[in-house]
């Protein structure tokens, strides 16, 4: 059975930092392109990184030189590092496949707030 379970969100300062995890148990993680998504309150799901599986990656122009992807196949994990953190960036973060064809995690809540 496949689960998507995220972590590390939390509740940060403008300019602050987190770093995102995502485990993807059973999901065959290490075979397909992944990617981080995020979805604001009263707007849709976004794709904010995604990243191959050998390891190339790329960025929505909104977090390009802010947010950097990587994965662990060995270990089926992914990790989003988050840095410069805005306001704009609130929003819940799910990890899937790139397309995200898998069910949906619970995803894991970004507030950036003074």
């Known amino acids: 059975q496949v689960q998507l379970v995220e972590s590390g969100g939390g509740l940060v300062q403008p300019g602050g930092s987190l770093r995102l995890s995502c485990v993807g148990s059973?999901?065959?993680?290490?075979?397909?392109?992944m990617a981080w998504y995020r979805q604001a309150p009263g707007k849709q799901r976004e794709k904010v990184a995604a990243?191959?599986?050998?390891?190339?990656?790329n960025y929505a122009d909104s977090v390009k030189g802010r947010f950097t992807i990587s994965r662990d196949n060995a270990k089926e994990m992914m990790y989003l590092q988050m840095n410069s953190l805005t306001p704009e960036d609130t929003a819940v973060y799910y990890c899937?496949?790139?397309?995200?064809?898998?069910?949906w995690g619970q995803g894991t809540q970004v507030t950036v707030s003074s």
């Open positions: 899937n496949r790139q397309p995200p064809v898998l069910p």
């Open positions: 059973g999901s065959g993680f290490s075979f397909y392109a």
């Open positions: 990243i191959t599986r050998p390891g190339s990656t």
